[in-house]
Antibody, heavy 119, light 110 residues
């Protein structure tokens, strides 16, 4: 069974950093592209980033370019999102999700981790 | 890039069919055959209903179908059921290899 478990969320002040992790199990992690998607409380889904199978290619939404960095450790079956220069508008539940070829969209999702940015 | 445009709400009676439209541009929906639809019940994670405009993942009911015309994609829910009451989000890949979601539509079953 596919399991994705996010961690690392919390309450932080604007301008600070946070690193989210997503522990994967139940599938061959190194064979799948992975995504980060966020959802502010009561709001819609917003795509953040995705990374290819070996970490050599990453794509980002414009509003996080230069602030967020996605990476992965295939040996540890873990996906990361390094978030720097956090802003109040980054407050959201952050989900990691895997693709399921030939489906190249977020298919299986974790339960999410809440990030709150507030002074 | 701005979110794709969806109506805030759509409603229908049990057994009816409803259509949710998702409006984009010629750099996302209009440019590619890469549109997907998600269903999200309150407090739950999103579930993929449709991918590549018309395809259904294994296990998704055939009551859900997708289509596209120009810069607008649509999701049709046939034989509306109480359990279909949820939020629905479209998404599309763009020319810059990014994914954008729609603003979301709340479906109510009357």
């Amino acid at each position: 069974e596919v399991q994705l478990v996010e961690s690392g969320g919390g309450s932080v002040q604007p301008g600070t950093s946070l690193r989210l992790s997503c522990a994967a199990s139940g599938f061959t992690f190194s064979s799948y592209w992975m995504h980060w998607v966020r959802q502010a409380p009561g709001e819609g889904l917003v795509w953040v980033s995705r990374i290819n199978i070996d970490g050599s290619k990453a794509d980002y939404a414009d509003f996080v370019k230069g602030r967020f960095t996605v990476s992965r450790d295939n040996g540890e079956n873990t996906l990361f999102l390094q978030m720097d220069s956090l802003r109040p508008e980054d407050t959201a539940v952050y989900y990691c999700a895997k693709e399921m070829p030939p489906i190249r969209y977020p298919h299986s999702w974790g339960q999410g981790t809440l990030v709150t940015v507030s002074s | 890039q701005s979110a794709l445009t969806q109506p805030a709400s759509v409603s229908g009676s049990p057994g009816q069919s409803i259509i949710i439209f998702c409006s984009g541009t010629d750099t996302d929906i209009g440019a590619y055959h890469f549109v997907s639809w998600y269903q999200q019940h309150p407090g739950k994670v999103p579930k993929l209903l449709i991918y590549d405009v018309t395809e259904r993942p294994s296990g998704v009911s055939s009551r859900f179908s997708g289509s596209k015309s120009g810069n607008t994609a649509s999701l049709t829910i046939s034989g509306l059921q109480d359990e279909d009451e949820a939020d629905y989000f479209c998404s599309s890949y763009t020319g810059s290899d990014t994914l954008i979601f729609g603003s979301g539509t709340r479906v109510s079953v009357l």
